[in-house]
Structures are given as structure tokens and as C-alpha cells.
């Protein structure tokens, strides 16, 4: 059993179908596809269910991604300690950062990160924070910002928390309001960041404390389109107000969300028990000296 047909297998799974696995692997459709008949093959089972264009993990499939995805990641661990041993000259950071906040938030960083470690490579990947922890679990990077509450697999170091602001147009009958709870919004379309965003978990999360599903009209990765659809009337949006405040428009109202549990609390997280590399290490100090202790 090669880690690579592993890898193969593991990302066709995460990223449903063997055409985006592909890209992510740098590899042809028809290399993915035969390396994950291989691992078949050699096993025994059948590990997808394939349904026209879409496969479905087969009850051995599940077994096997969740044992390659622990294999993939002792073998990423294991290479960077020995990267360490060995002394290299040049190390490397493997950071997640999610869309919203990060310019403002970490963009800073960067630059005392690089003047004080001028021969770290940083490897920045751009995800929601839900795909986020699920490439931190897999062992690709080793340090990512993420929304509280996070499973118990992690550990977490607070970096900042704010209250959610709704997006309103002008012309709204509510516009002109200090704050809005949910209950007052029921009726109107929302508008939400795209899947595997944990913002839209706390704001669905708390519609349904009130025993509403909430019409979706529109998703968006781009803040400065969502603040666009909100003000040409499509329906409300929800930004944290540190980001809404600095993305005022002229046709849009900002209306403090009163609602309990829906503050954006963002942390960095890392793997808990996970080997850490010394560039992780130092980034994590630089997050500590500038956004307080250890949580």
C-alpha cells in the first residue's frame, strides 16, 4: 500500500470527484483513477460507490479514508522533524487563513514574521475556517485560524472576537434601528458566505434556537459582492463589525446583531498532541505577544 494512491484516494473523497482531485495533486484524472482502483485492487473491496459522476464511500471506503488520512498525516510530521534534525537552512511555515478577517488581522504579522525570520517559506492556504480544520487534521498545514467553538481534537489560541453586524439597504424599514435580534429578520432573505464557512454555522445555528430556516438567496466568498447584494436590495448579509466598518457603502445600513452566541470569536488552532515545527513555533509566539496567552 503506496501513500501515494493513498493521497489519491483521500482527495477524491475530500474534494468529491476525481477531476478537482486531480488538480490538487498534480496529476491527470486517469493517474487518480487508476492509482484508487489500485488501492481497490489491492484490498480486496470496493471503496467508492460510483452513481453516474458522483462516488459515495462504500462502508470499507470509510474505514480506509479515515485510517489514510492519520497515515498521511504521521508521514507529514515525520518529514518535518527530520527537516529539523537535519538542520535545514531554510524552514518552512504551513499557515490556513480564512478570507474574512485575515487582511486585517494577521496581514501585519507577516511582515515582523518575515523581518524577524527572513529564510522561513511561508505556505499560506486560503479556506473557510470548516476546511480549514479538516486540512490542520490531515497534517498539510500545521497552524490555522478558525471560528470558536472548535472540537476537542484542537488547541486554540484566542486572537479576536467581535459582535455580528447586519447588513441592511438604506431603504430598509429597519435600517434606522441601534440593533436587531433574529426573530425581527425572519422574513427576510439572507445572503451567506459559501459552504464550509463557520459563520454561517453560528448564524443558522441560532435561527434555529428560534425554530426558523432562514431563505437563502444568494452565496458569495467575496466580501466586498456581499456588501454589493446587500445594498442593491437582494436581502441581508452578517459581517463582523470590525470588517463591516471598514466596508461602509453609502446604499448600506450597519445594524448591531443583539442576538446571544453569535459573536465572531476567531482563534488560531493546531492539532492537539500534533508535532509542531520551529517555524510553527515562532509564528505562534508572534500570535501570542501580540494578541495575549495561550488558551
Known sequence: MELRTLR??????????????AKTVFATQSTVSKAVKQLEDEIGVPLLDRIGHRSKLTAAGEIVYHRAVRMLTERNDLVAELDELRGLKRGTLRLGLPPVGSSLLFAPLFAIYRNRYPEIDIRLVEYGSERLEEVLLSGEIELAASLLPVSE?????????????VLL??????????????????????ILFETGFAL???????????????????????????????????????????IADQRKHPSVSRVTLAEPDTDWHL????????????AAKAWLDLVRETFGKKK
Open 169 to 190: 439597504p438604506v431603504t430598509s424599514a429597519l435600517a434606522r434601528r441601534r440593533s436587531l435580534d433574529l426573530p425581527a429578520l425572519r422574513h427576510l432573505p439572507f
Open 200 to 242: 454561517n454555522r453560528v448564524i443558522l445555528d441560532a435561527c434555529r434556537r428560534h425554530g426558523f430556516e432562514p431563505v437563502i438567496v444568494a452565496r458569495s466568498s467575496q466580501i466586498d459582492f456581499i456588501v454589493e447584494l446587500a445594498a442593491a436590495g437582494l436581502g441581508i448579509a452578517f459581517l463582523p463589525r470590525m
Open 8 to 21: 489519491a484516494f483521500v482527495e477524491v473523497v475530500r474534494q468529491g470527484g476525481f477531476s478537482q482531485a
Open 267 to 278: 482563534a488560531m488552532i493546531w492539532r492537539r498532541g500534533g508535532y509542531m515545527s520551529q
Open 153 to 165: 481534537g484542537f488547541e486554540w489560541q484566542d486572537v479576536r472576537r467581535e459582535p455580528l453586524t
